[in-house]
């Protein structure tokens, strides 16, 4: 096989995306420096991580693999867009955890923190099961759309409202393979809404 012949090639999404955001330099910077704050603050604890699917898997595999302490991960699925670019302002959990957190330090890595809704929600619903502590992660901020009463304690990057995807974030379950974070053309999803 000609690898270099393979480089050449557009990549699928390639025509779809408006500008770069955040760089895949950046991303490394970023979640160096969020798995560095997450263990600081959690020296000597044992963590468990719940990734909230599917946008933060990237994320989450990036960070833990800054993170110093031990630390076990759980997986939830929770949605509040269905397949839009606008929050439907309720949220689903699909997917619940399988580790009994009680007693445990948490931490949620969410890929964006957009309305907030989604987080508000899971936070909420965490909150019952009387974990030891529970941070919130989120590796992008869009606080200008807030509308849940909620801030993370992990802030990645603070960007403005546009619609993004990549690095785990998605249209309609596309583009979560791009390696950077881009803005999604307008045409692309004014076309199917
Ligand atoms: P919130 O409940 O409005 O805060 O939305 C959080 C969820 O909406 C995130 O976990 C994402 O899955 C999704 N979301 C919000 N903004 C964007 C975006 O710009 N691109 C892709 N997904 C987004
Ligand atoms: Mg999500």
Do not use: W
């Not at 160096?32 to 044992?46: A, N, V, Y």
């Not at 393979?177 to 999604?184: D, H």
């Amino acid at each position: 096989m000609n690898f270099r012949k393979i480089n050449k090639k557009k990549s699928a999404y390639d025509n779809d995306i408006a500008e770069v955001l955040v760089t895949e330099k950046e991303l490394k910077e970023i979640t160096k420096r969020l798995g560095e704050e997450i263990s600081c603050d959690h020296e000597g604890q044992e963590l468990v991580i719940v990734c909230v699917l599917r946008g933060s898997i990237i994320a989450t595999a990036d960070i833990v693999r800054n993170i110093r302490p031990h630390c076990t991960m759980d997986f939830m699925v929770a949605s509040s867009y269905f397949g839009g670019t606008e929050t439907s302002g309720s949220v689903l959990i699909k997917k619940d955890l399988e580790t009994d957190i009680k007693g445990k330090h948490v931490v949620i890595i969410e890929d964006i923190l957009d309305s907030g809704f989604t987080l508000s929600l899971l936070r909420k619903e965490l909150l019952k099961r009387e974990p030891a502590s529970l941070k919130i992660c989120a590796l992008l901020d869009k606080p200008e759309k807030r509308v849940a009463d909620i801030q993370a304690d992990y802030v990645g990057k603070v960007i403005e409202n546009k619609f993004v995807v990549g690095y785990g974030l998605d249209y309609d379950e596309k583009y979560r393979n791009i390696p950077y974070v881009g803005v999604l053309k307008e045409s692309v999803y004014s076309k199917s809404e």
